[in-house]
């Protein structure tokens, strides 16, 4: 018998006293206070690593003024950060000193640990990861306004707004990737392009007015789109070569959608039977002021493989026919990603 089975058939004979003694205040005591000690909220709270930026468990991380490291290591050979720009006329120049997060003063554990052996951290913003503050330019921006400042179009996108008869509006879109990108020299783009990669579905009971597109996240802000693409091309190396088009951006209406609306009424729940739980006795969904709730639904690789033979375009194709007929049965599950 090996010596592991030995201690087992030992464990197994070992008088066991049944019932067992009640609990003593000792134990007790002992069991509450290492209960309480191990919820204490400074246990979960997690925090910035000042040179990686992830998330870490504040009780896992030290103060980098206490660190005994060499800062010197996160001071990149070939400038990773670049200083606000202003003008045109600004040099373009790093910003001095550490590459670090601003506003935290924390070093995660792995870090820690990897600069103390004289090495870069991998996950390091001064390893090329640094991208710098969002300014408020390009902060608040809307899902149209978002696309028209992007260079690359990867995807196309149908964004479907349902209102119910009680006047409750949700929203969300379906996106896949485009076989092939397209690259724009000049943005935005010019205004019939987006009928290409965008498409808008309005369901309820009334002809939707400014006011209803003022609450969906289709409508774009001349001046905000303007705004966002002079600091990119100052700031950016990938927009430095952009071309703004301010005859592209006059042709997008400010108030309603830039592409065509497709109205269907409905006086209907905006609730998807399929996607309801058994328990769920809302009558609708959404809300009646303010911005709509927004959600996105990505199609992958991963996902399109399970729909067989199915191509993106199709996908698209039969989404936006049944949500106009509200009857045709779907063969393939397009649901899922609806709801
Ligand atoms: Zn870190």
Redesign the pocket.
């Known amino acids: 018998m090996t010596r592991k089975r030995a201690s087992r058939a030992k464990q197994t004979h070992k008088a066991i006293n049944f019932p067992p003694s009640p609990l003593d205040e000792n134990l007790t005591d002992a069991t509450v206070r290492g209960f309480a000690e191990d919820i204490q909220i400074s246990n979960f709270i997690e925090s910035a ?1 000042t ?2 930026g ?1 998330l ?1 468990y504040k009780s896992d991380m030290s103060p980098l003024a206490d660190a005994n490291i060499d800062s010197t290591l996160l001071i990149p050979d070939v400038p990773v950060t670049r200083a606000e720009r202003q003008a045109t006329t600004d040099p373009i120049r790093p910003l001095l000193g550490p590459v670090l997060l601003p506003g935290c003063d924390d ?2 554990k ?2 820690l640990e990897e600069l103390s052996e004289g090495k870069l ?1 991998p ?2 913003l001064a390893n090329g990861l640094w991208i710098g503050e969002v300014p408020p330019v390009l902060q608040d921006l809307s899902w149209t306004e978002k696309m028209l400042i992007s260079r690359v179009k990867h995807n196309i996108c149908t964004v479907k707004v349902h209102v119910s008869g009680m006047s409750k509006m949700k929203a969300n879109v379906v996106s896949h990737s485009l076989p092939m990108p397209k690259i724009y020299h000049a943005l935005p783009p010019p205004r019939d392009d987006l009928d290409e990669v965008l498409a808008f579905m309005y369901i309820g009971p009334n002809v939707p007015t400014h006011k209803e597109f003022k609450r969906t996240p289709m409508l774009v802000r001349r001046n905000k789109v303007k705004e966002a693409l002079e600091w990119l091309k100052l700031n950016h190396e990938d927009y430095a070569d952009l071309e703004i088009s301010y005859e592209n951006l006059d042709a997008y209406p400010e108030d309603e959608p830039p592409v065509v609306v497709n109205y269907t009424m409905s006086m209907a729940t905006n609730k998807d039977s399929e996607a309801t739980a058994v328990n769920d006795t809302e009558e609708d969904e959404g809300v009646e002021d303010g911005d709509c709730p927004f959600v996105v639904h990505g199609l992958t690789g991963t996902y399109l493989e399970h729909l067989g033979k199915v191509r993106p375009y199709e996908i698209t194709a039969r989404a936006v026919e049944h949500f106009k007929s509200q009857d045709v049965p779907l063969a393939v599950p397009v649901w899922v990603w609806w709801t």
Do not use: F, G, R, Y
């Open positions: 690593c040179v990686c992830l870490a070093i995660c792995t870090c951290p996950d390091s």
